[in-house]
């Protein structure tokens, strides 16, 4: 994989950063034979900065909310030319793209059917404008459009389920993976990628900058979050859910206290049992939770 | 061969004859006929291609977007409201110098809502960095649309191309049109060849960040290219006139009874067809009098401009569009074509008329005409009901 890197090392992301993580992973793991279509937003901003490109495969940038149009085109062009058999089409965004911006686009091209992996990368804000909230980021959240102050504890809203609405399409596959748990995601990209037609998976990728942790505590962060309950690593095929990936929970603090954007809430315990109280539903919805706990 | 046919549907039949690989659209009055009779072209299997039925104009010109970038020939069609809200994917498309058609079926933009035809909706994209071609009748549009993907796909261009045409008057109107045959158009146009492409055997990044760095350099370069457009244009022009007979001269102008004459009017567009008439009329009375078209409104052809008006004394610039604010945007060309001239119409004067589909009649242009004397106007809406105006305003 070193030796012939897709991603290639040399972008300007920031250190610590989830997304480039995340994003060399699904490259590497779909294989030079693929097309990326890439949404406006901090990968973009970072990997392809005029006149250099960390990417090492066909790669094209239009807009900020149109990637799943355009993969579409491309999907549609590849058809024509027969060549749609042997190369991989990945449209990718982060969660403002996709779940806001993107979300007409996205569901256009589910709709329609095309063969094409859909990746969102979900940093839970724009962090490229500057960490402002948006539909992924979560309950309680201090961002710079969801600020902390007399009358608010942060953002007002907890994430949209994306992945349901995904799912309501009735599309082949839908999954949910983190930087934290890379052969997971690897398993999942692989997948998804054997199955012909519109694929979704989103990607739990910390951003130590708008979410304040420290840089070397990416994975860590990322894995916290799944093992609290509060970022579910689901997987549907045909509607149906395949895989969970089971935890014995811990409590939402130990995710929350590692990131200055949750830090207001530490000596709020009201606040803290709203959050505990959704990872306690994901637990429940899912059922997350390990059969015997004592081995674990 | 000749056939009496809708404007949609000779517009379709001339997109076939190109053989584009993606088609996407998303349906809006009075576009909606041309991108059905493709659709049924498609079902029919009488043109093979990928048609994409999206959920907005913002997507079919993002798929038509991606079809031309992984290398494959596209086309798409709208009107107004579609139009702008593909605004952004329409300076993307130039920006990222891809070569591709799109039929505007000209129509006004809302508020008020309205379906009917002026040129509001791609004037106000002119700044996109797209080729726009105006036509006057079908026959144009037909041709348009193929020297559109031979301009477009050319390696000196690799830019966009609008064939404007204007809404129910040429897109639902019947008129008797030459649909070239197959072999004549495959031999003027060839398969697309792209310089560039989204193509796994050599990797290629497409629309990278440009700092401050090397944006500026990437607009200069736009602005070059549409100057050689001036370029290209008449010679596509003649090339088309080798192979099918039509000759639209240099394809940027035409000139109508202009040599000797004293009073000349400006436009584009099927009202063209409505000044001939009153041009003839006018000039078997010995009125010496005459019309301008403007074919290509971008690149705007100032030279060409200057050249044909020099010598006319008195000209009147008619918009179908309105830059709210200033000047009308037409006329704004012209006078800037002539300033610090040494050669140069004592008068231009500027009207607006047909908005959101009011007829431009032939009274109306002979109005035009009466107006334009030594007195220069600066735009006056011609046949504006001042009633309604009372009504509206108390005053």
């Not at chain 1, 749609?84 to 969660?95: C, M, P, R, S």
């Not at chain 2, 690989?21 to 990928?50: D, W």
């Amino acid at each position: 994989m070193d030796n012939s890197p897709l991603f290639k090392a040399g972008h300007t992301a920031c250190a610590g950063c989830g997304q480039a993580i995340a994003a060399r992973l699904v490259i590497e793991t779909a294989g030079p034979n693929t097309i990326i279509v890439n949404n406006t937003g901090c990968l973009e901003v970072f990997s392809t900065r005029y006149p250099e490109s960390a990417w090492n495969v066909p790669w094209i940038h239009s807009l900020f909310e149109n990637a799943a149009a355009v993969a579409s085109g491309v999907e549609a062009a590849l058809i024509y030319l027969g060549k749609k058999e042997n190369t991989n089409v990945i449209a990718q965004a982060g969660d403002g793209g996709t779940a806001d911006i993107g979300l007409q686009a996205l569901s256009g091209m589910l709709e329609r059917g095309h063969d094409i992996l859909y990746v969102c990368y979900d940093n839970e804000a724009y962090m490229n404008t500057g960490v402002q909230r948006s539909g992924l980021t979560p309950f309680n959240t201090n961002t710079s459009t969801s600020p902390i102050g007399a009358k608010s504890t942060g953002n007002i809203r907890p994430k949209k389920p994306m992945p349901e609405i995904a799912l309501a399409h009735g599309i082949p596959y839908v999954a949910v993976a983190s930087a934290g748990f890379i052969p997971d995601l690897q398993r999942k990209v692989k997948k998804a990628l054997s199955i012909k037609g519109p694929k979704y998976i989103q990607i739990h990728v910390p951003c130590p900058l708008g979410w304040r942790h420290e840089t070397d505590m990416t994975l860590e962060v990322a894995r916290l979050a799944v093992e609290t309950g509060l970022y579910p690593l689901i997987e549907y095929e045909n509607g149906t859910l395949v895989s969970r990936r089971q935890i014995a929970p811990k409590p939402v603090e130990e995710y929350l206290k590692v990131q200055g954007r949750f830090k207001h809430l530490l000596n709020n315990p009201a606040e803290i049992k709203q959050i505990q109280e959704i990872a306690d539903n994901n637990i429940r919805k899912y059922n997350l939770k390990v059969e015997n706990q004592a081995s674990s | 061969m000749k056939e009496f046919l809708e404007g949609s549907r000779a517009i379709a039949e001339a997109v076939r004859l190109c053989k584009p690989g993606v088609i996407s659209a998303y349906p809006i009055t009075p576009q909606t006929h041309i991108v059905e009779e493709l659709a049924q072209m498609v079902a029919n299997g009488e043109l093979r291609s990928q048609f994409v039925n999206v959920e907005s104009e913002h997507s079919a010109a993002s798929v038509v977007l991606g079809g031309v970038a992984a290398g494959v020939r596209s086309f798409t069609a709208t009107s107004s409201q579609g139009l702008l809200y593909m605004a952004e994917v329409i300076f993307n498309i130039a920006g990222l110098r891809l070569p591709l058609v799109l039929a505007c079926a000209n129509r006004a933009v809302s508020a008020p809502i309205n379906i009917w035809n002026d040129q509001q909706d791609s004037v106000s994209l002119r700044d996109a960095g797209w080729i726009q071609l105006y036509a006057e009748n079908n026959q144009e549009v037909v041709d348009f649309h193929i020297m559109g993907y031979r301009i477009s796909e050319d390696k000196s261009m690799m830019l966009p191309v609008m064939v404007c045409l204007d809404g129910f008057i040429l897109t639902h109107g019947m008129e008797s049109v030459d649909i070239p045959e197959q072999e004549k158009v495959d031999k003027f146009l060839p398969p697309y060849n792209p310089l560039y492409k989204l193509d796994t055997a050599e990797p290629l990044t497409m629309g990278l960040l440009a700092d401050p760095d090397y944006y500026m350099e990437t607009r200069y370069a736009l602005q070059e290219t549409l100057k050689d457009a001036l370029k290209l244009i008449p010679k596509v022009s003649q090339e088309f006139r080798g192979v099918f007979g039509r000759d639209y001269k240099d394809c940027l102008i035409e000139e109508y009874y202009i040599k000797d004459a004293q009073k000349v009017i400006v436009a584009m567009g099927s009202v063209c067809g409505t000044i001939k008439e009153v041009v003839d009329e006018l000039r078997a009375k010995g009125k010496k009098v005459g019309l301008l078209k403007i074919i290509s409104y971008r690149p705007f052809p100032y030279a060409r401009v200057c050249e044909a008006l020099k010598d006319v004394p008195q000209v009147a610039v008619l918009d179908k569009a309105v830059s709210l604010g200033a000047y009308a945007p037409l006329a704004v060309e012209i006078k800037a074509a002539f300033f610090g001239k040494k050669k140069s119409p004592k008068v231009i004067s500027s009207f607006v008329a047909g908005l959101g589909g009011r007829d431009i009649t032939p009274e109306s242009v002979r109005e035009i005409f009466r107006k334009l004397n030594q007195r220069e106007i600066n735009l006056e809406f011609i046949d504006l009901k001042p009633e309604l105006l009372q009504e509206e305003y108390g005053q």
